[in-house]
């Protein structure tokens, strides 16, 4: 499973980067405005940071204006992804901006018919929003397992499913489970995949039986 961080906060980007885990990056306009960033800058210092594909959202709702700006975010870098809405324009762009060889993250798909009508107009990723669905009392995985089936039925379909909106550590492994191709993370979730109490446990008794044997590695 491919995981992609879910911020356009650069420190955030950078402290994960060592890893190794970090195959893309996801924004929206909310997060590009949560840094307080002008977008072209901030998108532009990401795209220095990650090689992998960077999602950047499209603001108007229409056709026209949707092109225009599309053109404008992929001069940015090469590896830049348009995402666009789940809207009927958004839909159109998706198909038109696919017929230039543009990559395209469709987003806010809550529903398995809206994630086929996707993929017939050649999104690379559709971006199903889990943790929104389970906040309205609705089953947000099961869009995840029902867009699987979907796809794996016709497999003409080169739509990469990218799991969004993931709440908790647990998200990741239903939705990995499931067999989504990417999730998207917000960093306090990926730190959160690193812990278990039993390994701090476990590894205080070691340390503490260590330091009554008196040994110590020293490499000579
Ligand atoms: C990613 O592409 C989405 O914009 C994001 O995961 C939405 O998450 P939220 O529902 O927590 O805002």
């Known amino acids: 499973m491919k995981f992609f961080i879910d911020t356009a906060n650069i420190e955030e980007i950078k402290e994960l980067i060592p890893f190794g885990i970090i195959d893309g990056v ?9 840094s307080n960033r002008d977008i072209f800058e901030v998108l532009d210092e990401i795209c220095g940071l990650v090689s992998g594909p960077i999602s950047a959202e499209v603001t108007a ?4 204006e949707m ?31 696919r017929n230039k060889d543009i990559n395209v993250n469709v987003t806010l798909c809550f529903s398995p018919s809206q ?21 309205i009392s609705h089953d947000g995985m099961q869009l995840i397992q029902d867009i699987r089936s979907i796809y794996d039925n016709y497999p003409e379909y080169d739509t990469q499913i990218l ?9 990741l492994v239903e939705a990995a489970l499931v067999g989504a191709d990417v999730s998207t993370l917000p960093p306090n979730i990926i730190h959160k995949l690193f812990n278990h109490p039993l390994t701090d446990l476990g590894l ?17």
């Open 61 to 64: 709702t229409d056709y026209n």
């Open 115 to 135: 994630a086929l009508i996707a993929a017939k107009c050649g999104a690379s990723y559709i971006s199903p929003f889990i943790g929104r669905l389970d906040d």
């Open 67 to 97: 092109i225009k700006e599309a053109k404008k975010l992929v001069s940015i870098s090469k590896n830049i992804v348009i995402k666009v809405p789940l809207t009927k324009d958004g839909l159109k762009a998706c198909s038109e901006l």
């Open 26 to 34: 996801t924004t929206n306009p909310s997060l590009i405005a949560a």
């Open 163 to 171: 799991a969004a909106s993931l709440r908790h550590p647990n998200h």
């Open 204 to 220: 205080k008794s070691f340390l503490d039986d260590w330091a009554k044997s008196k040994q110590i590695i020293n490499p000579k």
